[in-house]
T-cell receptor, first 114, second 112 residues
Framework: SQTIHQWPATLVQPVGSPLSLECTVEGTSNPNLYWYRQAAGRGLQLLFYSVGIGQISSEVPQNLSASRPQDRQFILSSKKLLLSDSGFYLC?????????????FGEGSRLTVL | GQQLNQSPQSMFIQEGEDVSMNCTSSSIFNTWLWYKQDPGEGPVLLIALYKAGELTSNGRLTAQFGITRKDSFLNISASIPSDVGIYFCAGHPGDSNYQLIWGAGTKLIIKP
Protein backbone atom coordinates (compact mmCIF):
# COMPACT_ATOMS: atom_id res chain seq x y z
CA SER A 1 0.00 0.00 0.00
CA GLN A 2 1.02 3.59 -0.52
CA THR A 3 2.33 5.72 2.30
CA ILE A 4 3.43 9.32 2.53
CA HIS A 5 5.70 10.68 5.21
CA GLN A 6 6.91 14.20 5.88
CA TRP A 7 9.31 15.64 8.41
CA PRO A 8 10.03 17.29 10.66
CA ALA A 9 6.64 17.28 12.36
CA THR A 10 7.28 20.56 14.16
CA LEU A 11 9.83 23.26 13.65
CA VAL A 12 10.56 26.56 15.39
CA GLN A 13 12.86 28.80 13.41
CA PRO A 14 14.08 32.39 13.76
CA VAL A 15 13.31 34.96 11.09
CA GLY A 16 15.97 34.91 8.39
CA SER A 17 16.98 31.30 8.92
CA PRO A 18 16.75 28.65 6.16
CA LEU A 19 14.08 25.99 5.90
CA SER A 20 13.95 22.47 4.54
CA LEU A 21 10.88 20.25 4.79
CA GLU A 22 11.02 16.82 3.23
CA CYS A 23 8.33 14.51 1.93
CA THR A 24 8.63 10.97 0.60
CA VAL A 25 6.07 8.63 -0.90
CA GLU A 26 6.32 4.85 -0.90
CA GLY A 27 4.40 2.17 -2.75
CA THR A 28 3.72 4.07 -5.96
CA SER A 29 5.61 5.31 -8.99
CA ASN A 30 5.41 8.60 -10.86
CA PRO A 31 3.06 10.30 -8.41
CA ASN A 32 1.98 13.91 -8.71
CA LEU A 33 3.30 15.69 -5.63
CA TYR A 34 2.00 18.79 -3.90
CA TRP A 35 2.92 21.23 -1.14
CA TYR A 36 0.05 23.00 0.60
CA ARG A 37 0.07 25.56 3.40
CA GLN A 38 -2.69 25.95 5.94
CA ALA A 39 -2.80 29.06 8.11
CA ALA A 40 -4.37 28.67 11.56
CA GLY A 41 -8.11 28.06 11.26
CA ARG A 42 -8.03 28.48 7.50
CA GLY A 43 -8.36 26.40 4.37
CA LEU A 44 -5.63 24.97 2.20
CA GLN A 45 -3.50 26.96 -0.20
CA LEU A 46 -1.59 25.16 -2.94
CA LEU A 47 2.03 26.30 -3.05
CA PHE A 48 3.71 23.95 -5.53
CA TYR A 49 2.97 20.85 -7.52
CA SER A 50 5.16 18.50 -9.52
CA VAL A 51 4.32 15.99 -12.24
CA GLY A 52 7.84 14.56 -12.49
CA ILE A 53 11.48 14.77 -11.44
CA GLY A 54 12.74 18.30 -11.73
CA GLN A 55 9.34 19.63 -12.83
CA ILE A 56 7.96 22.20 -10.41
CA SER A 57 4.98 24.51 -10.86
CA SER A 58 4.42 27.38 -8.47
CA GLU A 59 0.92 28.59 -7.73
CA VAL A 60 1.71 31.69 -5.71
CA PRO A 61 4.69 34.05 -5.63
CA GLN A 62 6.44 33.68 -2.32
CA ASN A 63 9.55 33.27 -0.27
CA LEU A 64 9.58 29.50 -0.72
CA SER A 65 10.87 27.08 -3.35
CA ALA A 66 10.36 23.40 -4.06
CA SER A 67 12.48 20.69 -5.60
CA ARG A 68 11.95 17.10 -6.68
CA PRO A 69 15.33 15.43 -6.85
CA GLN A 70 13.87 11.91 -7.02
CA ASP A 71 10.59 10.44 -8.24
CA ARG A 72 9.11 10.04 -4.77
CA GLN A 73 10.84 12.87 -2.92
CA PHE A 74 9.56 16.43 -2.65
CA ILE A 75 11.35 19.17 -0.73
CA LEU A 76 10.13 22.58 0.39
CA SER A 77 12.82 25.16 1.08
CA SER A 78 13.48 28.74 1.95
CA LYS A 79 16.75 30.65 2.14
CA LYS A 80 15.43 33.23 4.61
CA LEU A 81 12.22 32.68 6.55
CA LEU A 82 9.70 35.46 7.18
CA LEU A 83 7.22 35.69 10.03
CA SER A 84 4.44 35.19 7.50
CA ASP A 85 5.86 31.77 6.58
CA SER A 86 4.48 30.33 9.82
CA GLY A 87 1.81 27.71 9.25
CA PHE A 88 0.98 24.07 8.82
CA TYR A 89 2.61 22.62 5.71
CA LEU A 90 1.12 19.58 4.06
CA CYS A 91 2.63 17.33 1.43
CA UNK A 92 0.26 15.29 -0.72
CA UNK A 93 0.37 12.89 -3.62
CA UNK A 94 -2.05 11.78 -6.30
CA UNK A 95 -1.82 9.10 -8.96
CA UNK A 96 -0.33 10.35 -12.22
CA UNK A 97 -3.06 8.79 -14.31
CA UNK A 98 -6.68 9.87 -14.07
CA UNK A 99 -6.25 13.28 -12.50
CA UNK A 100 -9.51 13.50 -10.55
CA UNK A 101 -8.41 15.62 -7.61
CA UNK A 102 -8.09 12.76 -5.12
CA UNK A 103 -5.22 13.66 -2.83
CA UNK A 104 -3.49 11.69 -0.10
CA PHE A 105 -1.88 13.88 2.53
CA GLY A 106 1.06 13.46 4.85
CA GLU A 107 0.94 14.13 8.57
CA GLY A 108 1.88 17.77 8.22
CA SER A 109 4.77 19.93 9.44
CA ARG A 110 4.01 22.80 11.79
CA LEU A 111 6.39 25.72 11.28
CA THR A 112 6.62 28.60 13.72
CA VAL A 113 8.82 31.51 12.72
CA LEU A 114 9.81 33.79 15.61
CA GLY B 1 -7.79 32.93 -5.33
CA GLN B 2 -11.07 31.23 -6.11
CA GLN B 3 -12.75 29.57 -3.15
CA LEU B 4 -15.88 27.57 -2.64
CA ASN B 5 -18.62 28.86 -0.35
CA GLN B 6 -18.80 26.27 2.40
CA SER B 7 -21.35 26.48 5.19
CA PRO B 8 -21.80 26.45 8.01
CA GLN B 9 -18.43 27.64 9.28
CA SER B 10 -18.91 25.66 12.49
CA MET B 11 -21.48 23.41 14.07
CA PHE B 12 -22.13 22.53 17.70
CA ILE B 13 -23.88 19.18 17.83
CA GLN B 14 -25.10 16.68 20.35
CA GLU B 15 -23.94 13.12 20.01
CA GLY B 16 -26.50 11.22 17.96
CA GLU B 17 -27.64 14.21 15.92
CA ASP B 18 -27.57 14.30 12.13
CA VAL B 19 -25.29 16.85 10.49
CA SER B 20 -25.52 18.59 7.14
CA MET B 21 -23.06 20.88 5.41
CA ASN B 22 -22.77 22.14 1.86
CA CYS B 23 -20.62 23.88 -0.68
CA THR B 24 -21.55 26.09 -3.59
CA SER B 25 -19.59 27.58 -6.43
CA SER B 26 -20.08 29.93 -9.35
CA SER B 27 -18.06 27.51 -11.51
CA ILE B 28 -18.85 23.97 -12.55
CA PHE B 29 -16.65 21.07 -11.51
CA ASN B 30 -15.99 17.61 -12.87
CA THR B 31 -15.39 16.16 -9.42
CA TRP B 32 -16.50 17.08 -5.92
CA LEU B 33 -14.54 15.77 -2.96
CA TRP B 34 -15.04 15.81 0.79
CA TYR B 35 -12.12 15.60 3.21
CA LYS B 36 -11.90 15.45 7.00
CA GLN B 37 -9.04 16.86 9.03
CA ASP B 38 -8.38 15.86 12.62
CA PRO B 39 -6.37 18.32 14.76
CA GLY B 40 -2.68 18.34 13.88
CA GLU B 41 -3.05 15.91 11.00
CA GLY B 42 -3.43 16.01 7.25
CA PRO B 43 -6.88 15.83 5.62
CA VAL B 44 -8.24 12.41 4.73
CA LEU B 45 -10.45 11.81 1.72
CA LEU B 46 -13.97 10.74 2.75
CA ILE B 47 -15.97 10.71 -0.45
CA ALA B 48 -15.31 11.56 -4.10
CA LEU B 49 -18.18 12.29 -6.52
CA TYR B 50 -17.64 12.08 -10.27
CA LYS B 51 -21.01 12.64 -11.92
CA ALA B 52 -23.73 15.27 -11.65
CA GLY B 53 -26.59 13.95 -9.52
CA GLU B 54 -24.45 11.19 -8.01
CA LEU B 55 -25.33 10.22 -4.45
CA THR B 56 -22.65 8.25 -2.61
CA SER B 57 -22.45 6.82 0.89
CA ASN B 58 -19.53 5.84 3.06
CA GLY B 59 -20.86 4.35 6.28
CA ARG B 60 -22.82 7.08 8.09
CA LEU B 61 -21.68 9.68 5.53
CA THR B 62 -23.67 10.57 2.44
CA ALA B 63 -22.66 13.11 -0.17
CA GLN B 64 -24.25 14.33 -3.37
CA PHE B 65 -22.91 15.99 -6.52
CA GLY B 66 -25.39 18.71 -7.41
CA ILE B 67 -27.21 18.42 -10.72
CA THR B 68 -25.94 21.83 -11.84
CA ARG B 69 -22.36 20.70 -11.03
CA LYS B 70 -22.00 23.84 -8.90
CA ASP B 71 -22.79 22.44 -5.47
CA SER B 72 -22.44 19.46 -3.16
CA PHE B 73 -23.61 18.49 0.29
CA LEU B 74 -22.35 16.12 2.95
CA ASN B 75 -24.59 14.54 5.57
CA ILE B 76 -23.47 12.65 8.65
CA SER B 77 -26.09 10.56 10.40
CA ALA B 78 -26.13 9.74 14.11
CA SER B 79 -22.96 11.66 14.95
CA ILE B 80 -20.41 10.15 17.33
CA PRO B 81 -17.52 11.81 19.22
CA SER B 82 -14.91 10.80 16.64
CA ASP B 83 -16.77 12.80 13.99
CA VAL B 84 -15.36 16.03 15.44
CA GLY B 85 -12.89 17.76 13.20
CA ILE B 86 -12.87 20.05 10.19
CA TYR B 87 -14.62 18.99 7.01
CA PHE B 88 -13.47 20.45 3.70
CA CYS B 89 -15.16 20.35 0.36
CA ALA B 90 -13.07 20.63 -2.79
CA GLY B 91 -13.91 20.93 -6.45
CA HIS B 92 -11.80 19.71 -9.32
CA PRO B 93 -12.18 21.47 -12.69
CA GLY B 94 -10.98 18.35 -14.48
CA ASP B 95 -8.50 17.30 -17.14
CA SER B 96 -5.02 18.77 -16.88
CA ASN B 97 -5.84 21.19 -14.09
CA TYR B 98 -3.90 20.27 -10.94
CA GLN B 99 -5.44 22.95 -8.77
CA LEU B 100 -8.21 21.87 -6.42
CA ILE B 101 -10.57 24.64 -5.33
CA TRP B 102 -11.16 24.35 -1.58
CA GLY B 103 -13.86 25.44 0.80
CA ALA B 104 -12.84 27.16 4.04
CA GLY B 105 -14.00 24.20 6.12
CA THR B 106 -16.79 23.33 8.54
CA LYS B 107 -15.67 22.73 12.11
CA LEU B 108 -17.72 20.10 13.90
CA ILE B 109 -17.80 20.32 17.69
CA ILE B 110 -19.56 18.03 20.13
CA LYS B 111 -21.52 19.85 22.85
CA PRO B 112 -20.45 18.73 26.30
Amino acid sequence: SQTIHQWPATLVQPVGSPLSLECTVEGTSNPNLYWYRQAAGRGLQLLFYSVGIGQISSEVPQNLSASRPQDRQFILSSKKLLLSDSGFYLCAWSPLAGNTGELFFGEGSRLTVL
Amino acid sequence: GQQLNQSPQSMFIQEGEDVSMNCTSSSIFNTWLWYKQDPGEGPVLLIALYKAGELTSNGRLTAQFGITRKDSFLNISASIPSDVGIYFCAGHPGDSNYQLIWGAGTKLIIKP
